[in-house]
């Protein structure tokens, strides 16, 4: 199985957020800690700990945070290739992720997968990141929503099947890796932009609850 490292681990505090006008808070403003970092199961995104990564932030609890999306990981390898793209250089936690991983190809990983971090934390992906205009703002990029949606290079939301201790430099081993081949990236880009392919998203057992109802909700015939 793969094999790969926590390049970055990335915490966010509470600041205003400038993409709303109501004066809301974000968290996406993440950067490194030299220091292990406990997490945990946060429980239902409205009502639990949002977060699962003890003493980080989470402002828009609607659409961010909860067990399917309690830790958020990016590759170093899908930074570089926006550095190229964007023609400057990304620090690890600017895309708000909480890992900062090398070694895993999270473009072509697959939804379900589990992954072990350090002795103990073991993380299963869940779905890509959709972008919003808090991520936007953050990036000051012309049409970035619909430039990172439409690379399908979103990373990978993880729920904790096993809680611990994460540090800096801890290893990365993909332990479980369902056969039926959903990749991140095709599940997100058959989310997006192909949804007459729906149904293909409906083999992955990882897949979030609430998103597994939108997707058979949108499979079922109109009434005529």
């Keep these: 199985m793969t094999s790969g490292i926590v390049l970055s681990l990335n915490v966010g505090g509470s600041e205003p957020n400038p993409a709303k006008k109501d004066s809301g808070r974000t968290g ?3 950067r490194p800690v030299d220091h292990p ?16 990564v003890v003493g980080d932030f989470i ?4 659409h961010h945070g909860g067990d399917d999306q309690a830790v958020y990981a990016y590759a170093v390898e899908d930074y570089a290739w926006w550095s190229a793209e964007l023609s400057r250089d990304l620090a690890p936690g600017l895309f708000g992720e ?11 990983a697959v939804l379900g997968e589990q992954w072990r971090v350090g002795d103990t934390v073991i993380l299963e992906t869940t779905f890509g990141r959709i972008p919003c205009s808090t991520f936007q703002h953050r990036m000051a990029e012309p049409r970035w929503i619909k430039r990172f949606a439409d690379s399908n290079r979103t990373g990978a939301y993880l729920r904790i099947l096993q809680e611990g201790e994460i540090h800096p430099g801890a ?10 081949g959903l990749t991140l990236a095709e599940a997100f880009d058959i989310y ?3 949804p007459e392919n729906l149904s293909r998203l409906l083999v992955a057992e990882a897949l979030p609850p ?9 499979l079922t015939p109109s009434p005529s």
């Design 210 to 218: 609430d998103l597994r109802a939108e997707i058979e909700k949108r």
């Design 171 to 180: 290893p990365i081993e993909v332990i479980h890796r369902p056969t039926h």
């Design 98 to 108: 909480n890992l900062t991983t090398q070694g895993l190809d999270l473009y072509n």
């Design 59 to 62: 402002g828009d609890i609607q």
């Design 37 to 52: 970092i406990t997490v945990r199961r946060p429980g239902p995104k409205t009502t639990g700990l949002h977060s699962g």
């Design 192 to 194: 997006m932009h192909t």
């Design 28 to 30: 996406i403003g993440k």
